[in-house]
């Protein structure tokens, strides 16, 4: 990204500004049409993205070249010819009515330039990923089966990409992006300007900095908390990893894993509600399923996704007797209490939603109360010069999600109008014999491959407009089935070969990346569990009985523990080779067995999974009261661990 200067600065800054305040206005007083509010929201965006981002290594650094600034002022006509003609457009009849030669030129300089401004604002493997799309539709007349389509008629191409107000460019998922998404982007910036995300980390450390291996569960905690608001999770690992990560390293964890902790803890932060990366709005816009009930669907898979990670740093700090932080660097519960007015604004969000509040109302309630909030502390008064640097922080944001929802847009339009996504429902299904569970794996590698290298939001859009419809046709519900794929689009984050965050915590770590991919990977495959286990059987979705609910918890919370100690080598003590295996293979058995509804309806099931918790948690108890005691009598020394933690937070990554 560039790093502007002078009079190109406050330009770029006023024009992302403008934008934020558009946003907020509709917010306030009513969206406006739809292609008029998707319009503006890329009439701003897609200009910024060729002037904030280079278009290559040789490009200029802190200024636009003449041929970015050429490309940002064509970039402003196509979606002027939307807004201007909407009317118009609004009374055309869709592939009856013909493209006018304008249209045509139009349309084909948006799709050229929205591939050029995802491949520089989101990533290269994107725009790749789309023109692959696009040069399918001129092989696909050449292919047997279901995968021929018609050959391609070029004003087709630019209608459904450009006119039409049902997917392409200006379709609903942009919509989405414009609405929605813009909106508590403007939210996470608040939360962010207003040290919200310190206050995270500051929050994490006094929970769990003192017990073993604190370091690596305030990193685990953090990046939960913050990773749910900021909605991309190389973003997250950069803003609490350059404190977590070397923390960790200073108190024993090997880089690799400090590295693979933030990485897999930053990822799982888009799973977690109530933002979900922002993947639970477009869910709902594409399943017709409420916001709400998307997220309480999503609320224990994503506890144990975070249950599972604290247990895998938990056993691995016992058994390479790791310590915590000590008392004299962690703030005390006084100055905790007093910065906790700026969990308001989440809670007030969360409390909005659940009287049955719609998102749009709740966020931005919810920034006016992170505004009025802010001025309890000078240290987060929202002055002028703040909350100017706050818009602008929101419209930079938005460039990036803007643009990828408007690429997975481009996506979606190919694969519905050609027919390909019900061609790859027939081949999953011919493949997998019409049986369930081959069936998935199969949609679990597309949904991984197709995700690799891009941000959630529009991996999940593009992953499950080919998965989806395989799922529905193999008789699983819409809300499991847009899960599951939801799951593996986030997860192909840490999955390697291509896993950013894990990339970005290894520059920050001083680790080989490859490396801390499959770590990240392996700390996060109770990830991968979940989702197979919910579509079995959605009592882990929160759709049964409370007592189905709570022991599906309990029997899956002993698969989770059985899994953190063979795959940390400890379990209350150190585990050999065998014993490892046999605790990883019982841990795989356990987790089969809450897909099995009848087997978890048993009482005798029910009683004996609770009985196993309530020992586990006895016997932590009795080893912690030890740990205590012994400890009172050889006290652990700190005094190597004190210097430089206020160094560590003030650190940035280009500092590393």
């Known amino acids: ?122 990533v290269p493997a994107m725009a790749i990923l789309i023109a692959v799309f696009f040069g399918y539709l001129f092989v696909a007349p050449y292919l047997p089966g279901v995968f021929y389509s018609k050959p391609p008629v070029i004003a087709e191409i630019i209608e459904m990409q450009y006119l039409v107000s049902d997917a392409g460019i200006y379709g609903s998922i942009t919509g989405v992006s414009a609405t929605f998404v813009a909106l508590f982007v403007i939210f996470g910036a608040f939360m962010e300007n207003t040290r919200s995300g310190q206050f995270f980390t500051d929050l994490a450390c006094r929970l769990a900095g003192k017990s073993s291996g604190g370091p690596a569960k305030i990193a685990v905690i953090s990046s939960g908390l913050f990773g749910s608001i900021s909605g ?50 477009v869910m709902a816009e594409i399943t017709g399923i409420s916001y709400v009930k998307i997220v309480i669907a999503a609320l224990l898979g994503s506890i144990l996704y975070y249950t599972s990670l604290i247990f895998r740093v938990h056993f691995t700090a016992q058994r390479d007797n790791l310590r915590g932080i000590s008392e004299g660097q962690l703030l005390s519960y006084t100055q905790i209490l007093k910065d906790s007015y700026l969990l308001i604004p989440m809670l007030a969000l969360v409390w909005l939603l659940l009287k049955g509040f719609s998102p749009f109302y709740a966020a931005n309630a919810a920034i006016g109360i992170t505004f009025l909030a802010s001025f309890a502390s000078k240290e987060t008064r929202m002055t002028p010069a703040r909350l100017w640097a706050t818009l602008r922080l929101s419209g930079h944001n938005m460039v990036m999600i803007a643009l990828a929802c408007a690429g997975a847009g481009m996506v979606v339009s190919i694969v519905t109008n050609t027919g390909l996504a019900l061609g790859v429902a027939s081949v999953i299904n ?136 063979a795959m940390s080598g400890y379990l209350f003590r150190r585990l050999n080779a065998p014993m490892r295996v046999l605790g990883f293979v019982f841990s795989l058995v356990v987790a089969f067995l809450c897909t099995q509804e009848e087997f978890l309806r048993l009482h005798q099931v029910q009683i004996v999974s609770w009985l196993l918790i309530l020992l586990g948690i006895l016997q932590w108890s009795y080893r912690k009261w030890r740990s205590k005691r012994i400890e009172a009598k050889e006290p652990v020394r700190h005094d190597d661990l004190k210097a430089g933690l206020d160094e560590d937070r003030a650190l940035g990554p280009d500092n590393l």
């Open 1 to 122: 990204m560039r790093d502007l200067k002078g009079w190109q600065n406050w330009l770029i800054g006023g024009w992302l500004v403008v934008l934020a305040l558009f946003h907020l206005y509709t917010a306030s007083f009513g969206i406006m049409q739809p292609r008029v509010q998707r319009g503006v929201h890329l009439l701003f965006l897609l200009p910024a993205a060729f002037i904030l981002f280079p278009a290559g290594k040789r490009s200029p650094r802190e200024r636009p070249s003449g041929f970015d600034l050429v490309l940002a002022g064509a970039a402003l006509i196509p979606p002027l010819y939307v807004i201007t003609q909407n009317d118009t457009l609004s009374m055309r009849l869709v592939f009856i009515d013909p493209v006018l030669p304008v249209e045509m030129l139009l349309g084909g300089l948006n799709i050229v330039l929205l591939l050029e401004g995802v491949r520089r604002a989101v």
């Open 430 to 565: 011919n493949w997998s014999g019409g049986v369930l569970l081959p069936a998935l794996f199969l949609i679990m590698v597309t949904s991984l491959f197709l995700g690799m290298g891009l941000p959630c939001t529009p991996a999940y859009i593009i992953a499950v407009t080919i998965g989806g419809p395989a799922m529905l046709a193999l008789g699983c519900d819409l809300l499991p089935s847009h899960l599951f794929v939801f799951y593996f689009a986030i997860l192909a984050g840490i999955t390697p070969p291509v896993c950013i965050p894990a990339y970005c915590a290894a520059s920050i770590a001083g680790s080989k990346p490859l490396q801390t991919g499959f770590e990240a990977f392996k700390l996060a495959l109770v990830g991968f569990l979940i989702p197979y286990i919910f579509i079995y059987n959605q009592a882990l979705l929160m759709q049964g009985t409370v007592v189905e609910i709570a022991t599906i918890v309990a029997v899956l919370l002993i698969s989770v523990i059985l899994l953190a100690g």
């Open 232 to 281: 991309v999770g190389a973003a997250n690992v950069y803003s609490t990893g350059t404190f977590t990560i070397p923390l960790m390293k200073k108190l024993g964890y090997r880089k690799q894993m400090a590295g693979a902790v933030e990485a897999a803890a930053s990822t799982g932060g888009m799973l977690m509600p109530p933002v979900m990366g922002a993947g639970a709005f």
